[in-house]
């Protein structure tokens, strides 16, 4: 009998030496690890792909919740933002994370830069890719910290969450103006993992309105007047910025047009009732293109669903998901795996088959197909 004490490791296949005669199954007893966090929801339906799929996903998760969520569990383990980001709601529907998100939350600030911007992964481990400064994370990671407040409120009801991390979020906000140039951003990681040309300064820009937005939502939620009137205003002139540099109105298109930049612009809504229907129908274009499949990266991938959803276009969303072949969940599926991958396309040892960024469409099953969603904090409604 053996098992490490100080560590845990993913893994799909165990190699024994030694073994007198020939080992079965049953001679092997492994132990399923994880935090120990309550199962509150499940899903399945008539299509046996997104079923399995699911179960992917929940393995995924479970093997990435120790005490950070982390990217993987066989090789870095370590707690990005921008893989919170994209799953935070897909993880509540799933399991209670209200105590855990805590935790990681209080990792972020624990990790906080000495001029207020937010690191890459929490605890910090030295990895600080195409941010502001300051040994900070890029934007679309850095919003992590943002985000898990906001969906501790959204999920749990609970707005402690936000009165104690107030002063973090603000120290960070004043971090990021300091660091804009005219109200916008340059450099970023984008849309890690898309298989388009990156619009990188979109992108970038599209997480600084949507920090401000956020800073503009928590001092409404804590009454604080003064700081709301100047986030709005503030995410009013981002805004104007972003559509004069980025947005052409004629054709609906967003920096270079890609799903990835539709996607970004639509989440973000930046174009008013009257005028979506240019950028939307740009965005069906993109994905007809690609033959109803997607060509996403973490967060368009993310952002396509909940657009999707919100514009009664779950039909299109259900062909990108039920796609078998490459690229999408279906073909990860076809060829044999048992939890998501990094990449869209197979990695022979290098990027990680056991990831949880991909499994924001599992929000889906539960938003779109299912039905449910909370009309007020903690599902009061």
Known sequence: ???????????????????????????????????????????????????????????????????????CPAREKFGYGGDMFCTTEAFCYNFDMANFYKKIIQDHEDA???LGGITETAPYMGIADAGPGDQSGPLGFQIGFAYAIKQVHDFYGDKRVIEKHYPALKKQIQFLIDNAKNNLYTVD??????LDE?????TASCFYLYHIKLMNEFALILGKKEDAAKYSNLSGNIEAAIVKEFYNPSSGVFANGTQSAQFFGLWHNLVSKSAKDNALA????AVAKRDDHLSTGIFGTKMLFDILRKNNLNDLAYKIANQRDYPGWGHMIENGATTLWETWKYSDNTYSHNHPMFGSINEWFYRSLLGINAAAPGFKK
Not at 282 to 285: N, P, S, V
């Open 282 to 285: 740009a965005m069906k274009q």
């Open 1 to 71: 009998m053996w098992n490490p004490r100080f560590t845990f490791h993913g893994f799909r296949y165990v190699e024994i030496k030694g073994w007198p005669g020939v080992p079965q199954p049953a001679d092997i007893e492994g132990l399923r690890m994880s935090a120990a966090v309550e199962q509150t929801g499940s899903f399945e339906c008539s299509n046996p792909m997104l079923n399995q799929l699911a179960k992917n996903i929940r393995w995924t998760f479970l093997s990435n919740l120790f005490s950070v969520q982390s990217d």
């Open 112 to 114: 906080q830069r000495p």
């Open 198 to 202: 990156k619009p990188v300064a979109f």
């Open 189 to 194: 990681l984008s849309d890690h993992e898309s």
